[in-house]
C-alpha cells in the first residue's frame, strides 16, 4: 500500500466516537511560572489537566493573557513545565519531536525554497525515499489547492496561500497531534473564512488529532469537536463543551439556533471570567 492511501483512516476508525477513543493528548497538572526582572514570580499556568481523544478536533478560547499559547508551545515541546507532565500518545514530552506538527499565527516557511520543498523539508531530514516523498508531496498540493503553485517560492504567495503550505507540511509528516496557535489570525475575515472552510475539508480526510488555539467563539465552535474554555490568568481549564453540531459542516451553520446558543454560552464563561478580576 503506498504511502499516502496508509494515510487516510479507515472507515471504521473515522466514525469511532470520541468518548470511546484513547487519549492521544495528556496534560496532568502542568504549571508554567516565570521570574521577573523584579524577582516575583508570574503564574501564567497553574494546575492545568485535561485530555484529548485521538481524532479529536479540540478548540481552545480564553481570555487574552490565559496561557492559551503557552500551553501549546508546551506542548510542542518548545518550552518546558514548571511544574507536571505532558504526554503524546503516550510518551512523555521532553522536547520536540516528529509525532507533534505546529502551525503558526506567523508565516514560517523557509523563503529560499518553493512551495514543494516546504512540504518536503520535514520528510527529507527523516530519510524518506524520493518516490514516497513525491507521492505524499503531490497528494497534500492537491488537498491545499496548491498544486499550480508547486514550484512558486513564499514571496510570491498571497497570506492565506503561506498558510496552506505551512499545514500541508505539518501534515506531510504524519504526526500524531497537529497544533495550530491562531494560525489564521493574521489573514482578512473573507480569506480567514475559506481556510476554515479549506480546514474543516482537510481535516475531515485526514481525522488527525488537533489542537487548535483562538480567541474567535465562531471559529471554534464551526471547527471544534469540544471547546475547552480556559479561564483568566494564572490559566485553567474552566469548562470543557461538546459541541453538540453534526458534521459535515458549512459556515451557513453560524445563523443556527444551536450555534448560537452555544456562542452565548461560552461568552457567559469568558465573561463572568473578566467580571471577576474587577
Not at 42 to 68: M, N, R, T, W, Y
Not at 74 to 102: F, Q, W
Not at 167 to 196: H, V
Request: net charge neutral.
Amino acid at each position: 500500500m503506498g504511502a499516502v492511501a496508509m494515510m487516510q483512516p479507515t472507515s471504521a476508525a473515522a466514525a469511532a466516537p470520541h468518548s470511546e477513543a484513547a487519549p492521544r493528548l495528556r496534560v496532568e497538572n502542568v504549571s508554567l511560572r516565570y521570574q521577573t526582572p523584579s524577582g516575583s514570580t508570574f503564574s501564567a499556568l497553574e494546575q492545568v489537566s485535561f485530555e484529548v481523544p485521538d481524532q479529536q478536533f479540540a478548540v481552545i478560547v480564553g481570555p487574552s493573557g490565559c496561557g492559551k499559547s503557552s500551553l501549546l508551545y508546551l506542548t510542542a515541546g518548545l518550552a518546558e513545565p514548571s511544574a507536571g507532565a505532558i504526554y503524546v500518545g503516550g510518551a512523555k514530552v521532553e522536547g520536540p519531536g516528529t509525532d507533534r506538527g505546529m502551525v503558526f499565527q506567523s508565516y514560517t516557511l523557509f523563503p529560499w525554497l518553493t512551495v514543494r520543498e516546504n512540504i518536503e523539508f520535514g520528510l527529507k531530514r527523516r530519510g524518506i525515499g524520493a518516490a514516497e516523498r513525491r507521492e505524499i508531496v503531490e497528494y497534500y498540493l492537491n488537498e491545499v489547492g496548491l498544486k499550480a503553485f508547486a514550484d512558486n517560492h513564499p514571496k510570491q504567495l498571497s497570506g492565506g496561500m503561506m498558510q496552506r503550505v505551512a499545514i500541508a507540511r505539518a501534515l506531510a509528516n504524519d504526526p500524531q497531534i497537529l497544533l495550530m496557535d491562531e494560525p489564521f489570525g493574521a489573514l482578512d475575515s473573507q480569506t480567514r473564512l475559506q481556510m476554515q472552510q479549506l480546514l474543516l475539508r482537510v481535516w475531515e480526510h485526514s481525522k488527525k488529532t488537533v489542537v487548535f488555539v483562538t480567541h474567535d467563539i465562531d471559529e471554534a465552535i464551526l471547527l471544534g469537536d469540544r471547546v475547552y474554555v480556559m479561564g483568566a490568568r494564572p490559566g485553567r481549564i474552566k469548562q470543557i463543551l461538546d459541541v453538540p453540531i453534526a458534521r459535515p459542516r458549512t459556515l451557513d451553520m453560524v445563523m443556527e439556533a444551536q450555534f448560537i446558543g452555544m456562542k452565548r454560552q461560552i461568552l457567559g464563561l469568558l465573561h463572568d471570567d473578566l467580571a471577576e478580576l474587577h
